[in-house]
């Protein structure tokens, strides 16, 4: 990868275990203020381990992870360090169903994330933000005061990604954040993140499989298999050609118009040989 | 992963029609517990006669004239004594089911938020309690304490809370891990915040319909301690202390007494149980998502 200048996001050497199981090992990378990084690989390879270090829901074994120039590699000391962090890097989750407050109508979401955030601001101030922020990402004023279980699953993401805005981080972490979306909302969703990005210079991390989706919204992506950084550099690089097998493979599996499982399967024959079956019992 | 994770969330049923009522069953049970509730607390002023008042001579009289249920093996007016016996035997379980519900709570919500050691620590401790059937421990506090409600109260609190505790654990841990808890973590919002604010309100139905069906609980408890004469003592009125004391009525003929004390016992255990259930089922309902 090449040398990134005013990283916003750092990660050094990082290593998690979990007993002796070894989830992520020497896990490098840096993204610039206002780049984009994917981390792509298949289920089980690491990359949501990764984003749960970043945003400190898992403490790692080894390494250091940098945001804004600021440690977060220990748990945080107190609240104003946890807020602080708050205002670095935040996270959009995958199930759109059970990332908000079924008690919770949208605006007292966003509010609440206003209170933490913005303590010296007044209630009207923090109201006139909240409407900005609905409108941000595309809903209505009706949809902004609805509780979570009027809304389709594309508009929770939406209000999702407004509640992560609200603390106006450095940078966005999207954990497989459209991959329960249908296709036709996935791609409302995906420019809307590409619009945000245009407007706020926000930093995106986006962890996930879909390879079509880290085209759209990365520059840069880094390619996991079983815990390591196998393959990085520029998406389109890495996406059109492909050095690392498992790269390869990877791509090889998604299926496109034309799609040929015979390829598929003689991509995964040239990285791993098939064994003649054998009891292993 | 997702691949899997996008047909379930589409398949999730349609949320907008939501069922509010709690059933014909729900809504008649739940007339029972307000008419318990009502009479104990009116009753004792409702009372015909009063229910201590005792003529040995009239023991045994059947239903007629100014007494509607007729009278006990001590001649007292039944009626007047259920009314009067409703405030202990519904006041107690009530302070019960209040009692595990404060402790339980705290202790599953400090063992579903911390995990490792403390969680562990915790689950230990209620093991222990676990070990120690409720009645043995009743009979322990009135002989510690001396023997009444209160007494019975305290021992029953300390049986129950284990069993709260633990359930209530589940239910919290299971809220802990949602998304949305994780996403207020990762804004900064401290773990009390977050406990009181979301936590908690998400888990509250849940705890009223177990707390109904702990109250079921309870007052049979109550009442088994009360017959066994380490709970209420005689002569104050309690549906409990009426069955021990009627119930050479069953064998002499004269079964009323106890049988209406039994009765109301049976309805108001049914009632909410089946309260419960109701309850249960619409904060699953509520909840699930």
């Excluded at chain 1, 206003?114 to 601001?121: A, C, E, G, I, K």
Aim: contains cysteine; neutral net charge; glycine residues 10%.
């Amino acid at each position: 990868m090449p040398d990134v200048s005013d990283p916003v996001l750092e990660v050094v050497g990082l290593r998690k275990t979990f007993g002796d199981v070894v989830a992520v090992e020497e896990v490098s990378f840096a993204v610039r203020r206002g780049g984009s990084l994917a981390i792509v690989g298949e289920s089980g390879s690491g990359k949501t381990t990764v984003a749960k270090m970043v945003t400190g829901q898992e403490r790692p074994t080894a390494g250091t992870i940098r945001a804004c120039g600021r440690d977060r590699s220990a748990p945080a000391r107190g609240g104003a360090e946890r807020r602080l962090r708050g205002r670095e890097v935040q996270i959009v989750f995958q199930d759109p169903y059970s990332s908000l407050d079924p008690r919770q109508p949208v605006d007292r979401a966003i509010d609440e994330v206003l209170r933490l955030h913005r303590p010296d601001w007044s209630a009207p101030q923090r109201a006139e933000r909240v409407v900005e922020l609905v409108g941000m990402v595309g809903l209505d004023d009706r949809q902004g005061s609805a509780l979570p279980r009027a809304l389709s699953g594309g508009q929770r993401q939406r209000v999702a990604i407004a509640r992560a805005l609200a603390a106006e981080p450095e940078v966005l972490i999207l954990d497989e954040s459209v991959a329960a979306l249908d296709v036709s909302i996935q791609a409302q969703v995906l420019n809307l993140l590409i619009d945000l990005r245009e407007r706020l210079g926000i930093t995106y991390v986006l962890i996930s499989h879909d390879l079509a989706v880290v085209r759209q919204l990365t520059e840069t992506v880094v390619v996991m298999h079983r815990g390591t950084i196998v393959e990085r550099g520029r998406t389109e690089d890495v996406l059109d050609a492909p050095q690392h097998d498992y790269t390869r493979r990877l791509r090889a599996s998604v299926p496109t118009p034309g799609w040929d499982l015979a390829a598929v399967r003689r991509a995964l024959h040239e990285t791993r040989p098939v064994r003649p079956l054998t009891p292993s019992c | 992963m997702s691949a899997v994770a996008a047909p379930v969330a589409g398949t999730r049923p349609v949320r907008g029609r939501r069922r509010t009522g709690l059933g014909a069953t729900g809504w008649v049970s739940a007339a029972v517990v307000g008419l318990a509730t009502l009479v104990a607390v009116v009753g004792p002023l409702v009372a015909p006669h009063d229910p201590n008042q005792a003529d040995l001579v009239q023991a045994w009289i059947g239903p007629g004239g100014d007494h509607l249920v007729g009278l006990d093996v001590q001649g007292r007016d039944v009626l007047s004594r259920i009314l009067a016996g409703a405030r202990s035997s519904m006041l107690g379980p009530l302070l019960i089911v209040v009692i595990c519900m404060l402790v339980g709570s705290l202790l599953g919500l400090v063992s579903a938020w911390r995990g490792g050691m403390v969680d562990a620590g915790v689950s230990a401790g209620l093991d222990i309690l676990f070990a120690f059937p409720g009645v043995l421990l009743a009979a322990l506090t009135a002989a510690v304490f001396g023997a009444g409600l209160w007494a019975a109260v305290l021992a029953m609190a300390v049986a129950y809370t284990p069993f709260v505790a633990r359930l209530l654990r589940g239910a919290m841990l299971k809220e802990r891990n949602q998304p949305y808890i994780t996403a207020l973590e990762v804004q900064g919002l401290g773990a009390t915040a977050i406990c009181l604010r979301h936590v908690l309100p998400n888990v509250f139905p849940f705890m009223v319909a177990q707390g109904s069906i702990l109250f079921g609980y309870a007052v049979l408890d109550l009442a088994v301690i009360s017959y066994l004469g380490i709970g209420v003592q005689p002569p104050d009125p309690d549906w409990g202390v009426m069955i021990s004391e009627n119930q050479s009525g069953i064998l002499l003929g004269y079964p009323l007494p106890a049988l209406c004390a039994g009765a109301c016992i049976v309805a108001v255990v049914v009632a909410m149980n089946l309260l419960g259930e109701r309850l249960l089922e619409r904060a699953g309902k509520d909840g699930g998502r």
